[in-house]
């Protein structure tokens, strides 16, 4: 979970939204901020795409769980702070230096959602003989599509 310094690519979904870069200094700075998902990435994951063409890479799995209770994957942190903000840190692979960056909750739960919903999405419109209702396996992925479905509050 390095950034990886390349422009954001255009593929894939985007939720668009504003954190603030938390600094020793008695402000912040607003910075807007791309939230990615492309459904093709195995195992899904967040790109976190910042001004100037950083991207972190985060596991999708890791940043549900931050949503909820503090997590750490690799070089990233991620836990709830207070009701309706999340605190995500970005650790440098040399470990020098480190990005704390606060974002409404609901952004990230959006970006969560849509991930899941373009997951399930994609087979089923680029497939010409996807199983129809009446197919058990139909059934069996449909009754099972909630379960998968995050299940956090915002």
Known sequence: MHP???????????????????????????????LRFNPADDPPELRFCFPGGTEWPVPRALVEKGLRAPARGGDVGIWPCGRVQVIV?????DAEAVAVVQFDSSALLRCVRRSYAAGTAAP??????????ATPTAAASTAAAPATRPSVAG
Request: aromatic share 2%; charged share 20%; proline share 13%.
């Open 89 to 93: 840190e970005f650790h440098s692979p």
């Open 124 to 133: 089923r419109a680029s497939t010409s003989a996807a199983p129809t209702a």
């Open 4 to 34: 990886v310094e390349e422009g954001p690519a255009d593929e894939g979904h985007v939720v668009h939204t504003k954190a603030l870069i938390v600094t020793e200094g008695p402000l912040s700075r607003p910075v807007p901020v791309a």
